[in-house]
């Protein structure tokens, strides 16, 4: 089944992004500033999530973890 038909593994990828992008800011952060707006501008957008959100990804990340591993 697509990750896009099935809610758990949707939050997974977002999850995946959103942890990705704010790494990829804070190791080159010219990568994502320039497209702050456009198409690509999602991804700028998910790092900016994972800055002020921080404790709340993490959480979300070990939730998902634990319930992976439970499956």
């Given at each position: 089944?697509?990750?896009l038909f099935n809610f758990q593994s949707?939050?997974?990828v977002i999850l995946?992004?959103?942890c990705t992008c704010t790494y990829i800011h804070a190791t080159w952060p010219v990568i994502?500033?320039?497209n702050k707006t456009g198409a690509l501008g999602?991804?700028?957008k998910f790092a900016r999530i994972g800055e002020?959100?921080?404790p709340y990804v993490a959480i979300g990340c070990f939730a998902?973890?634990?319930n992976v591993l439970r499956s």
């Open positions: 089944m697509s990750a949707l939050l997974q995946l992004l959103i994502l500033d320039k999602v991804f700028w002020r959100l921080s998902m973890a634990f």
